[in-house]
Structures are given as structure tokens and as C-alpha cells.
């Protein structure tokens, strides 16, 4: 499905089953849940032949249930990925159905009060009358766009019901690419490898343009500016791409820009590093659906039980209050700014009690550098990588 534009009764509720980023998908054997971080285009094999595939990218561990083994496409027996996935698709039927009754309530509290206003109208005296008569038409337009609204929800969980109750139509794709989670060293620098590819199906993807962030109906794109960008002499210089709320990525933040020497010099191009204090972001995931948190420039150095040593780029939680970053579910989310930039795979999380107060990703500009090892003519559908 396309990403309807914000005044359609739809927005939000098609999140699971569009074409914006932060898909959630789920192994069929299993049910075991994520998100994808983007998709590309192979555009030509390793050997040099021309590929129209379209593949997607997420966790490993997502992907396979055994996580230290390397897994190649097994055209004899694949492994399938679905779009959502039981536990998602469940959740999003009861969102949808909770939409149509509260559409339908609003119906009639609509219509109860054009009654009343035009009993008024009919009543006042001439002062009051203008009034009333502004009062009555606005309410005549309410109801009228809330009858639309019922109308379109109802043909929408129509539509969900007769495509997608076949559970065999959720396959997204096969698994193609998942090298075991390891952490690897490159340049003197160890990140965590916790990537898998999946070949999609290409009529999953009819609407798909590029990699776009469907922001969903949680924030209006005013509060989003807000919770990116609290300093308001910073808001003013941005560009609020918060159209439609879709935010297209624009690029795989450099090394640079993420700082991880922790200098403050600008590069050769113009980009300045980002502030050394914490800077805002988001993802999308499965399960927590849009969420802000605040990232470090300051990486974690993280030891597993085998002794491996990586970096990771760290989020913390927005607020104290303002709940958990990510969860289980979320893996393979993309953190990105509110300019567009990608800043992270979400792969892992530190519990405390019952939530995560920190979240781990690996650098997108690392993880391209992987995906091209095994793609090498990869394109990143919009993503500018350098």
C-alpha cells in the first residue's frame, strides 16, 4: 500500500502494511519479530550481471533463530520472512476496528449536536444568530468529514480482511544473506556485525519510491519539530521535512559527523561533527512504533561472552517518563535525525528492571560498508552513501 497523506482516515492504522520504513516483518517459522532498516537495489550481481532484485535489510538475529552461524540462500528449502507477522497483525486489526468505533461514535455525537444547533438557530435572537449559524456549518462539516471517514475505515479493514487472512500472502521475502553475529574489526575499530539481507518480493513493493520514514499519526509534524529540535533558535534554521509526516533519508551519517574521536573539527566539505552534549532521534520499530531518544556522541565499548570487544552507537530514553527507546520487537529499526539522516541499526538494549534505559545500534555508514563486501553495485534507493 501507498503512504496516504495525513487528512486520510487510514493515516497511521496502514502503517504495517505501506512501503515507509520501519516495516515490521517476522520469521515464518516462528513468529520472532523485527523491523526492516531499508531497502536497495542489487542492480548487479558480484559477477557483473544485471539483478532487478530488491532487497532489504535487518538483524540477523531477526532472521535466524541461531544467531552464530552463517546462513546462505537455500533455494531448495528458504527460509520465509513475512510482513507483519501473527502478534503485529493482530495488533493492527485491533487498531483498525478501534478507529471504526470510535468513528461511528463521533457520527452520532456529531449529529446530536447539528440537532441542537439548529433548534437554536431557530430560537436565538439576532445577536446569538450569527453565531449559531457560524456554529451550525462548521458542525454540518464535521459530520460530513466524519461520515467520509467511516466510509473509508470501513472499506480499509474490508480490504485488510480479504487480502491479508491468507496468512502465505504475507510472505515479504527470503532470507538471501545472514552472516553469524560477530564483532568485526575494521581500521582499528571493532563494530557489532548483526545484519542480515532478505530478497522482497517485488509485488510487495508496487508503491515503493525510496527510503521514506512513514512518521505516523502519534505526533503532528509541529510536536515532532518540537521533541527533534527543543532549542528554538536551532528549530528556526531547519527545514521541517516533516511533510505528510514522511521523512525521507537522505544519507548515511559520515564518520565524521558522528564523532567518534570526539574532535570538533569540520570536514573538508563543510559538515560540522555533532554536539558533543546529546543530540535528538528517532526510529520506527515494530513493536514501540515511533519513538525519540537522545543520542551520544560517545561510543560503548561492549564485551560478549565470547570476549569479543565492539563500539556501539548508544541512545538513551528521551525523558525519564517518556518510556522506553525501543523493546523486543524493535530490532533491525533505523535511528535516524529529523533531517533525514540514518544514524544506526538498532540491534540490542541494556534492560533495568523492566525497561531499557540505553539502546545499541551499529553505524549505517559501517553497515553499508558491509552490504557492499557482498553487493558491491548496491544502490541505496535515496540514501546518499560516501
Not at 461511528?104 to 456529531?110: E, F, K, M, Q
Not at 564483532?183 to 518480493?201: E, F, K, N, P, Q
Not at 519510491?209 to 510536536?223: A, E, F, P, V, W
Request: charged share 25%; proline share 4%; with cysteine.
Amino acid at each position: 500500500m501507498r503512504v496516504p497523506y495525513t487528512s486520510n482516515a487510514t493515516f497511521g492504522l496502514n502503517h504495517p502494511f505501506n512501503a515507509g520504513l520501519g516495516i515490521p516483518i517476522a520469521r515464518e517459522s516462528d513468529d520472532a519479530q523485527g523491523a526492516v532498516t531499508f531497502l536497495f537495489k542489487e542492480v548487479r550481481t558480484s559477477g557483473g550481471d544485471p539483478s532487478e532484485r530488491i532487497l532489504a535489510l535487518t538483524n540477523k538475529h531477526v532472521v535466524s533463530a541461531d544467531p552464530s552461524t552463517d546462513y546462505e540462500l537455500d533455494e531448495a528449502n528458504p527460509q520465509h520472512i513475512l510482513v507483519c507477522g501473527e502478534r503485529r497483525f493482530a495488533q493492527a486489526i485491533a487498531e483498525i476496528e478501534k478507529a471504526v468505533k470510535t468513528g461511528l461514535r463521533n457520527a452520532t455525537s456529531l449529529q446530536d449536536g447539528v440537532a441542537r444547533l439548529e433548534a437554536e438557530v431557530g430560537t436565538s435572537d439576532e445577536n446569538e444568530r450569527a453565531e449559531n449559524e457560524m456554529d451550525l456549518r462548521r458542525g454540518k462539516n464535521a459530520l460530513e468529514w466524519q461520515i467520509e471517514d467511516n466510509a473509508t475505515l470501513r472499506a480499509f479493514r474490508e480490504r485488510i480482511d480479504a487480502d491479508w487472512r491468507d496468512t502465505k500472502g504475507w510472505r515479504f521475502g527470503i532470507v538471501d544473506w545472514a552472516p553469524r553475529v560477530s564483532s568485526v574489526l575494521v581500521d582499528g575499530r571493532s563494530y557489532t556485525r548483526d545484519i542480515a539481507t532478505m530478497c522482497v518480493d517485488r509485488e510487495k513493493l508496487k508503491n515503493f519510491k525510496r527510503n521514506i520514514i512513514d512518521l505516523g499519526n502519534q505526533y503532528t509534524s509541529i510536536q515532532l519539530e518540537d521533541l527533534f529540535w527543543p532549542d528554538a533558535a536551532v528549530r528556526r534554521l531547519k527545514n521541517f521535512p516533516f511533510i505528510n509526516l514522511q521523512l525521507p533519508i537522505r544519507r548515511a551519517l559520515p564518520r565524521h559527523v558522528l564523532n567518534p574521536d570526539g574532535t570538533n573539527d569540520q570536514s573538508e566539505n563543510g559538515d560540522s561533527p555533532l554536539p558533543s552534549d546529546l543530540s535528538m532521534v528517532g526510529k520506527y520499530g515494530g513493536a514501540t512504533k515511533l519513538t525519540l531518544g537522545r543520542y551520544s556522541g560517545m561510543e560503548a565499548f561492549i564485551c560478549n561472552d565470547l570476549g569479543e570487544e565492539s563500539r556501539e552507537v548508544v541512545v538513551y530514553n528521551y525523558r525519564r517518563v517518556s518510556g522506553d527507546f525501543a523493546k523486543y520487537g524493535d530490532s533491525g529499526s533505523l535511528v535516524f535525525t529529523g533531517d533525514g539522516d540514518a544514524v544506526a541499526v538498532l540491534h540490542s538494549g541494556m534492560p533495568r528492571g523492566r525497561s531499557n534505559h540505553v539502546s545499541y545500534g551499529t553505524p549505517v555508514w559501517w553497515v553499508m560498508e558491509q552490504v557492499r563486501t557482498r553487493y558491491p553495485f548496491a544502490e541505496f534507493c535515496g540514501i546518499e552513501y560516501t
